[in-house]
């Protein structure tokens, strides 16, 4: 493609919302350019490498037995409540009336559309297992869309789901798409890890999500140092291997603490270590009011106790119900004396002694309190997040952190919606039995974000081989040289020839300027076209490392090739 034809917006300056890397470059670069908040349009060279994405997408999808689809992103709300979820999906969910007053959806996801669509079409064992995906456009009412594509309110999507008479063969195609998945963005080049996760709003159970590593990433990875064990922060199981404290057990005593609320105020008043106090939250887990508690150095993890209840809601109680139930503000209570409010706590507490706690008294706590002897604890369960230094949950070294992108997730949904929504079949005996599901999906707009912030430089982008846009980028310094412009333009022929892709700048302008284009695009190797034209040589530079050297125009070819390699 000769840059004259094509709409390259280069911009020098770093638009004043983007404040991320990806989102800077994507604008600089003219890749993208924003319609409305969270909302972008794809110009050519954009276009060009979502479109490389989605054919490594389609491959790896084709490999796993997976085949093509196109579903409606206008989806009938009648859909939504059968399964309920359009009641608690949220407010991300874009909702509209047509002009009846008959209320639709934009897909934010397609569990209701394609399980209803099985329903109607399959009715037998023999047509299952089925593997079915789509590469669509996704819409979520984000309330504050931010770092370009990352977070956006309309985005580009694979989505996959299967179909299956028994959970061996759920587990078989997960295991499939688990695979896939790490082909896709192996191909890509990133650098990731596949780790346990939350359903969340999706149901089911099983997941893994698949993150890339980076330091604007929004969730954290646990991960072990000397084993493949990842799982997001939220997902990280912790080990019941805390040592039992030899202290004596001392009766407990109240004090008087005025106007000290937090553990850390606490702990300094008393001059007692965080980690011998108890902290304690009183949540509300869908009907249930349960007084948690951890020790006063770790944080309790609401997803492990969602979990551990299997609820579907969970909420922190208010300070009204704190002190209606309790008797005391969020900063007093404790455990000591609870009447009619389960209490749980975290394993750690099981080896305390002479801890101290709020004592449901404003402005008082309780020091030397031992668990069993003082308090009564209905049953001790995992319920903090997992922390760096700690046992890896698989007994293989210590745990560390790191942050990442979200670029897939994988479920194994289970018969949820199948059950909702009657998705059924007529088994071997011709009994009818309900199918089981997964669901497997990729941002592929994220998955170009996702790769931006892992490759580039101070000058731009660095796109790895199997996703730029083009090839090759021919510079030529003097268009109005003839020797320059024959050559340049025996060059654009020899390569498209082979079969290289190639963004030829044929622009009238200074050196400096396409120089500073070329960066900014970031194609993987530059051919730029000078003073040596005459004798039949071109400077060749690769993007990625910098290297450059002269080469004659004869062994280009071999040349670029064995560097997209």
Not at 197 to 224: N, P, Q, W
Not at 467 to 472: G, K, L, S
Request: charge should be negative.
């Amino acid at each position: 493609m000769r840059h004259s034809q094509t709409l390259i917006p280069t911009l020098k300056e770093v638009p004043n919302d983007a404040e991320i890397k990806s989102h800077q470059l994507l604008v600089r670069g003219g890749y993208i350019r924003q319609t409305a908040s969270g909302v972008y349009s794809f110009l050519p060279l954009g276009q060009k490498v979502l479109k490389n994405v989605e054919k490594i997408v389609r491959e790896e999808m084709e490999k796993a037995g997976a085949v093509e689809m196109l579903m409606p992103a206008l989806q009938p709300s009648d859909l939504w409540k059968e399964t309920g979820r359009w009641y608690n999906f949220g407010s991300e969910l874009m909702r509209l009336n047509d002009r009846h007053e008959r209320e639709f959806a934009l897909g934010a996801t397609h569990e209701e559309v394609i399980t209803s669509l099985i329903r109607d079409e399959v009715k037998s064992y023999k047509r299952l297992p089925l593997s079915l995906y789509q590469i669509q456009t996704k819409f979520r009412d984000e309330k504050r869309p931010r770092f370009g594509l990352l977070r956006g309110r309309e985005f580009v999507m694979k989505d996959a789901y299967t179909f299956h008479d028994s959970n061996e063969s759920l587990d078989e195609a997960y295991d499939k798409m688990f695979q896939a998945y790490s082909n896709i963005f192996k191909r890509c080049g990133l650098n990731f890890r596949a780790v346990i996760a939350d359903s969340g709003a999706m149901g089911g159970k099983d997941t893994h999500e698949f993150m890339v590593l980076s330091d604007i990433g929004e969730d954290i990875i646990a991960y072990s140092d000397s084993s493949d064990f990842a799982a997001n922060i939220e997902m990280a199981p912790v080990l019941d291997n805390y040592q039992q404290s030899e202290e004596h057990m001392q009766a407990k005593e109240l004090v008087d603490t005025p106007n000290y609320k937090s553990m850390e105020e606490v702990s300094q008043f008393l001059s007692l270590p965080l980690e011998k106090g108890i902290k304690s939250l009183l949540f509300k887990i869908d009907d249930q009011y349960v007084l948690v508690l951890a020790r006063g150095d770790h944080e309790i993890n609401d997803i492990k106790l969602k979990n551990i209840y299997n609820a579907t809601n969970i909420e922190l109680a208010s300070e009204e119900e704190t002190k209606e139930i309790l008797g005391a503000d969020v900063g007093s209570i404790g455990p000591i004396d609870v009447k009619n409010v389960d209490v749980i706590a975290d394993y750690a507490l099981k080896y305390m002694r002479n801890a101290y706690c709020g004592a449901n008294q404003d402005d008082k706590h309780f020091v030397n309190v031992n668990p069993d002897k003082d308090f009564h604890v209905s049953d001790y369960h995992d319920v903090r997040f997992i922390q760096e230094g700690d046992i890896s949950p698989d007994g293989n070294g210590t745990i560390q952190f790191a942050k990442g992108i979200e670029v897939g997730h994988v479920f194994k949904l289970g018969q949820f919606y199948a059950e909702k929504l009657g998705a059924s079949y007529l088994d071997e005996q011709g009994k009818q039995q309900t199918m089981t599901m997964g669901c497997y999906g990729i941002g592929i707009s994220r998955t170009l974000a996702a790769i931006v912030e892992q490759y580039h430089d101070d000058n731009g982008i660095t796109w790895p081989a199997s996703i730029t846009p083009y090839q090759a980028h021919i510079v030529t310094i003097n268009i109005k040289n003839e020797e320059q412009n024959s050559v340049s333009e025996q060059l654009y022929k020899q390569l498209q020839g082979q079969g290289i892709s190639v963004l030829y700048d044929d622009r009238k302008e200074r050196p400096g300027v396409k120089f500073a284009d070329s960066d900014l695009i970031g194609l993987p190797v530059r051919l730029t076209v000078g003073k040596r034209a005459n004798e039949g040589y071109v400077e060749c530079k690769i993007r990625a490392t910098g290297e450059q050297f002269d080469i004659h125009v004869s062994e280009v070819n071999e040349k670029i090739a064995s560097i997209l390699k």
